[in-house]
């Protein structure tokens, strides 16, 4: 598996070596968590900005009004509805059933999504977080089905954005926007507050095409159960609960995963990953190949311009 990067002539050294022949590895993170400092020009508050750097993850409300989220759940809706027939690759499936999981690409597929992306309520404090312009590395439709819908096991998107897309430093952010209530009972994301600090090498080589596995059911990449005993004992455990138009940033190191749903109410979220434009990907650090271009932005990066304004049908 490749370690050393080479660019250019230049030799660029793993940062973050992970996929480990033999035993897991806790090292310390190496990159700033928050990279700006706050003033009063921020768009969070300085208590904000605190709790995102010492958490890994933030939890805002009331950013939407009631005519934006009622567009969003219907186009999510609509999305979703999509037959099965004419489902591309980039929709993905729960295990063992026809339901939707995952929709990737999901500012490709909507225009809707696209200016959410875009929206300075997210994409500009992105840009605050990372002190750098941004480009969605990634984006999805999250929906986890009542009664049916699968968990998602513990473990750092670093992790695997560094092992198999070439992400070289911690400099990303994910922003996820709730559309529908998301509660403990209904599998609402839960996170580590804290271990954005640690970096968990991990253990097991890279299969081939890991990514049409690890999309169901993750096993290559995740935490020891140990080890993720050892961090809720250290730093605790928390639930990023909300209403719908809940917006939760959390970095991307910063340790989650969710329940399964087996309540009849669904749990649904509009997920976008941030990017530094100084952080672009390279081959990939611990993976033969990299992950499709749904997956993983690789080909048509452009740093996105902050759009104020509420969101509308157009």
């Known amino acids: 598996m490749k370690q050393d990067i080479d660019l250019g002539g230049a030799q660029r050294i793993d940062a973050y070596p992970t996929r480990l022949p033999t035993e897991e590895k806790i090292t310390q993170r190496r990159d700033p968590v928050l990279w700006s400092d706050w003033t009063e020009d921020a768009p969070i508050s300085r208590d904000e900005a605190a709790h995102y750097r010492e958490n890994g993850y933030l939890v805002r409300q009331d950013m939407f009004s009631i005519d934006e989220l009622d567009l969003l759940v219907d186009t999510a809706q609509k999305l979703r509805d999509t037959d099965p027939a004419q489902r591309p690759a980039d929709f993905v ?3 063992n059933s026809d339901e939707v999981r995952t929709v990737f690409r999901l500012d490709a597929h909507s225009s ?7 929206d300075t309520r997210l994409a500009g404090v992105a840009e605050f977080l990372l002190n750098d312009r941004v480009y969605l590395h990634q984006s999805r439709l999250n929906y986890k089905p009542g009664f049916k819908g699968k968990e998602f096991y513990w473990h750092s998107d670093f992790e695997t954005w560094h092992a198999e897309d070439g992400l070289p430093r911690m400099r990303a952010v994910s922003a996820s926007v709730l559309l529908t209530d998301n509660s403990k009972l209904n599998g609402a994301l839960m996170l580590i ?7 968990v090498a991990c253990v097991g080589e890279t299969p081939d095409a890991n990514h049409e596995q690890s999309l169901k059911a993750q096993e290559i990449g995740v935490p020891q159960p140990d080890t993720i005993r050892r961090m809720v004992k250290h730093y605790g455990l928390d639930a990023a609960e909300g209403p719908t138009g809940t917006v939760v940033f959390f970095d991307c190191n910063t340790l989650h995963g969710s329940n399964g749903n087996i309540t009849p109410d669904p749990r649904s979220n509009a997920f976008f990953v941030y990017n530094a434009v100084t952080n672009l990907p390279v081959d990939p650090f611990a993976a033969d190949d990299p992950r499709p271009d749904w997956l993983a932005n690789r080909d048509k990066i452009k740093a996105l311009s902050p759009v104020k304004g509420p969101l509308s049908r157009g």
Do not use: W
């Open 112 to 118: 809707i999504f696209a200016r959410l992306a875009a």
């Open 193 to 199: 507050p804290g271990s954005q600090d640690d970096f």
């Open 93 to 95: 499936t729960e295990p």
